[in-house]
């Protein structure tokens, strides 16, 4: 019997280099991501999570950066909570969903976060769940030096200046600008407004935007109170 060694060589050597070319593949490639969960490498990296500040009385205060065990979530509003609960767990990132907070214009849940997740990947977070059909506002925890937690609500205060435009108009045009919506009068020239997801930002973003407009004597976000769960 005839054995060829040079065709058998060159076949042992093609399936040598064959096992051997996944050895070297990315260690990204080789991540698996579950749409569900949040990529830990989506997040990683030099990037610095985002310092927080809101005025307050005339002065400008320190949140520092997101509180990375919790967020706050308001769902539809004709989910039931069972529904609401059903709707956070399609996120991996979310570990449990606690009672809800009533405000004048939502419910908002605080939800516990995996552990493991830095500041930045809770930014991130907030970001994809903001895309959930069923959510209506996202918006993080911070620490307080007290050790309290206060939660971003989806609802602001708005004191509009005095004289320059109709109170009215004013509101008209900067809630239009920003996807903000007027939910009560507190008096002649005071406001509840509320932010929600397809608003130009949360309740705090929108408060330090409406705080710096000409038209706008004073704006601060409200905050929920919460213990870490």
Not at 18 to 42: E, K, T, Y
Not at 96 to 112: E, F, M, V, W
Request: with cysteine; glycine share 6%; hydrophobic share 40%.
């Amino acid at each position: 019997m005839k054995i060829y060694i040079p065709w058998l060589s060159s076949l042992l050597l093609i399936i040598i280099f064959s096992s051997c070319r996944n050895d070297n593949v990315s260690p990204i490639r080789n991540v698996r991501f579950d749409p569900g969960l949040l990529n830990p490498l989506q997040a990683a990296g030099s990037i610095p999570c985002t310092a927080h500040t809101y005025y307050y009385n005339g002065a400008e205060k320190s949140l520092g950066t997101v509180y990375s065990g919790m967020i706050l979530l308001s769902f539809s509003d004709e989910l039931s909570h069972e529904q609401a609960t059903a709707a956070a767990a399609r996120h991996g990132f979310i570990e449990q969903l606690g009672q809800p907070i009533q405000t004048n214009s939502a419910r908002l849940y605080p939800a516990k976060m995996a552990p493991g997740l830095n500041c930045r990947q809770v930014e991130v977070a907030l970001s994809e769940i903001s895309k959930d059909p069923a959510l209506d506002y996202a918006a993080p925890y911070f620490e307080s030096a007290g050790g309290q937690l206060l939660g971003v609500s989806n609802e602001f205060i708005v004191v509009v200046e005095e004289g320059k435009l109709p109170t009215a108009q004013v509101l008209k045009r900067l809630s239009g600008a920003t996807g903000t919506e007027v939910v009560s009068a507190l008096s002649e020239d005071t406001f509840v407004l509320r932010a929600n997801k397809n608003s130009q930002g949360n309740a705090l973003e929108m408060a330090n935007f409406f705080n710096k407009h000409p038209l706008i004597k004073h704006a601060e976000p409200d905050f929920v109170v919460s213990l870490a769960m």
